[in-house]
């Protein structure tokens, strides 16, 4: 792989992953969404869900991690498309039960790629810094008396 697609790629991943541990931080204050009510704290969800979804499918592509996006339609997107035929929008529970299931599992989806993607950052971390100390003059390279 040459240099550019490699630093692109490495910035993909530093970039996802700061996303990711960013939404974990914040959620400390969600906990107070418990006292809110349900309807538009689920609504507020699925929208923050539909708009990180372009990102993060994005900075995948980007890092060339196709595995991890077939990974995603299959836990994500097949389940909401096989799903919908069978919701009926009258039946209050089983629309909610639907509408938050994909969600579900999408942030199960996060969750599992928010450790890889933390493994794959510091091991590129720990490459570079072991490429900078082979660079690195030593010791004994200096004049000798």
Request: aromatic share 14%; glycine share 6%.
């Given at each position: 792989?040459n240099?550019?697609n490699f ?7 530093t ?6 541990n ?6 400390v204050?969600?906990v107070?969404?418990f006292?809110l009510p349900?309807g538009?704290v689920?609504?507020?969800i699925?929208?923050?869900t539909l708009?990180?979804?372009?990102f993060?499918?994005?900075?995948l592509?980007?890092?060339g ?7 995603f339609?299959?836990?994500?997107l097949i ?7 069978l ?18 599992t999408f942030?199960?989806?996060?969750w599992i790629l ?8 510091d091991?590129?971390?720990?490459l570079r810094a072991m490429?900078?100390?082979?660079q690195s003059?030593s010791p004994?390279?200096g004049?000798?008396?």
């Amino acid at each position: 792989m040459n240099n550019i697609n490699f630093s692109r790629a490495e910035k993909a991943a530093t970039r996802l992953h700061y996303r990711l541990n960013y939404g974990s931080k914040a959620a400390v204050p969600g906990v107070g969404a418990f006292w809110l009510p349900i309807g538009p704290v689920t609504m507020l969800i699925v929208v923050l869900t539909l708009l990180f979804t372009p990102f993060l499918l994005w900075r995948l592509h980007q890092m060339g991690w196709y595995g991890w996006l077939a990974t995603f339609i299959v836990i994500v997107l097949i389940p909401l498309v096989a799903i919908r035929p069978l919701v009926d929008p009258q039946a209050m529970l089983w629309w909610y039960t639907f509408t938050v299931g994909p969600v579900v599992t999408f942030y199960l989806y996060i969750w599992i790629l928010k450790y890889a993607l933390g493994n794959h950052v510091d091991e590129v971390n720990a490459l570079r810094a072991m490429a900078a100390m082979d660079q690195s003059p030593s010791p004994s390279s200096g004049l000798r008396t």
